[in-house]
């Protein structure tokens, strides 16, 4: 499997490899046009190093994954399996279309931001970012909202969900604003923000999503609500270290044609939205294919993908860590890659699989152990289905974390082109070994394929 990429738009972690190589980067002298110079940043706006940055975002990721798991699990309990099946279908859907929609662009922050920042043109690129992700965004939800029955069937094959069309294009426009300013705060590397934020949308996303089910309805519409109100309050919240960016930016600064401007960003935002479209396909296709084309009604369907959801609580936790981990070893394998030192990266690369492999490999057992007890009472008993297939998924986890860090000797040696290929492969054979599975074995097929 390939590993997940951060959150859709963002697409950061490809930016190394198919910028300029280390140590050919242009650089870009601020122009003396501009008539404001650039403030330095304090307080959360203030730059973090990157001990200070890694160190930040591993606290904080670790509380992030906690809240997850303990969100996982309450909805679990609370949703009946169709529910939870119609959650992870949109969910999935939230996931490939928000990149989509506005072209993976604030996928190109981390790359470009700081060129027109060193310019003094931040404020221009800022804008023209901003308003056409906006303009699309605003088109797509429309859209959605001109077309319920048809995306009702598109998304979760039956016209019976039409009622969720309308709560998706609203949470559609929340991540896409959400995504936007994460991976602006990223690429000015404020870290501190970064994590605070994640963080507090991941914890919101858990207290409006229960309090919702809970008192509301029990429904998917409810973590429907939840997840773009939690990704509405994080923007919100924002505002003002937004503002506090723009003032600190250059007011008047030499004009950039526009032809000019996208032809620098469009191409690398290609990359990032065929990087992050494959990825992101791979992820979500077997429990679409489930909704789509598994025996019986659209209710059953959609149960069984709430069957296969209570299957990956487990393994999906195992899975970050390993993500984690891997882009953790990135920097010093790339630090042994410029150092000419290949066959310590080879060494290096060779005892992390290994080492990796049989900790998720007993992490797995353990886990094996206590997941009875964990679907009978957690889970009220509503997933026997889940159970029974946990142990190809505990599989397909542990071939996940291998192949998330086997793939950063491809990002060290800039060989995108070879991931991306690997990936298209990957997400080629899961289609075909589901579809032809998937009629035959049920849910057992499925996990399969994607084993």
């Known amino acids: 499997m390939s590993p997940v990429l951060p959150p859709a738009l963002r697409g950061l972690p490809v930016a190394p490899v198919i910028s300029h190589p280390v140590g050919q980067q242009t650089t870009v002298q601020p122009t003396t046009a501009c008539e404001l110079p650039q403030q330095s940043a304090t307080g959360w706006l203030k730059e973090d190093s990157i001990a200070s940055g890694v160190l930040i975002v591993l606290v904080l990721t670790g509380v992030q994954r906690l ?31 928000a990149p989509l929609t506005v072209l993976s662009l604030p996928g190109t922050f981390g790359r470009y931001l700081e060129h027109y920042r060193a310019a003094g043109q931040l404020r221009v690129f800022l804008c023209r970012t901003a308003v056409v992700c906006l303009g699309l965004a605003l088109v797509a939800s429309g859209i959605l909202l001109v077309m319920p029955e048809a995306f009702s069937w598109l998304i979760f094959g039956s016209g019976a969900q039409q009622q969720l069309i309308g709560p998706l294009a609203g949470t559609l426009l929340a991540v896409i604003a959400y995504n936007y300013l994460i991976s602006l705060l990223t690429s000015l590397r404020t870290m501190r923000l970064v994590a605070v934020l994640e963080t507090v949308n991941s914890a919101g996303f858990a207290l409006a ?141 060779n005892l992390g699989l290994k080492l990796l492999g049989l900790s998720l490999t007993a992490a797995s057992a353990v886990l094996l152990l206590v997941a009875p007890l964990l679907f009978g009472l957690a889970f009220a008993g509503k997933y026997q289905q889940g159970l029974d297939i946990l142990p190809w998924t505990l599989l397909s986890g542990v071939w996940f974390g291998a192949a998330a860090l086997a793939q950063m000797y491809l990002w060290c040696a800039e060989r995108a082109a070879k991931a991306c290929l690997a990936t298209a492969l990957g997400l080629a054979v899961s289609v075909v070994l589901n579809l032809l599975l998937l009629p035959r074995m049920g849910l057992q097929g499925v996990v399969l394929a994607a084993a």
């Not at 798991?69 to 009946?80: A, G, P």
């Not at 529910?83 to 999935?92: E, R, S, Y």
């Open 67 to 97: 809240i997850g798991f303990v969100r996982s699990l309450l909805f679990c309990r609370w949703l009946e399996p169709d529910q939870l099946g119609q959650w992870d279908v949109a969910w999935g859907f939230l996931m490939l279309a």
């Open 209 to 349: 999503g229960g309090l919702l089910i809970y008192c509301w309805q029990r429904s998917a519409a409810s973590a429907i609500v939840a997840y773009g109100s939690a990704s509405l309050l994080c923007v919100v919240a924002a505002t003002g270290w937004m503002q506090a960016i723009w003032q600190q930016a250059p007011q008047i600064c030499p004009a950039i044609p526009q032809r000019e401007f996208w032809a620098k960003l469009l191409p690398f935002a290609g990359w990032i939205m065929l990087v992050n479209l494959l990825t992101n396909l791979f992820m979500i296709a077997d429990r679409y294919l489930v909704a789509q084309f598994a025996p019986g009604d659209s209710e059953a369907r959609l149960a069984l993908v709430g069957q296969y959801h209570s299957a990956r609580v487990l393994p999906l936790l195992l899975a970050s860590l390993a993500s984690m981990l891997a882009a953790m070893i990135l920097p010093h394998l790339s630090r042994d890659w410029e150092a000419g030192s290949r066959q310590q990266v080879s060494r290096r690369m």
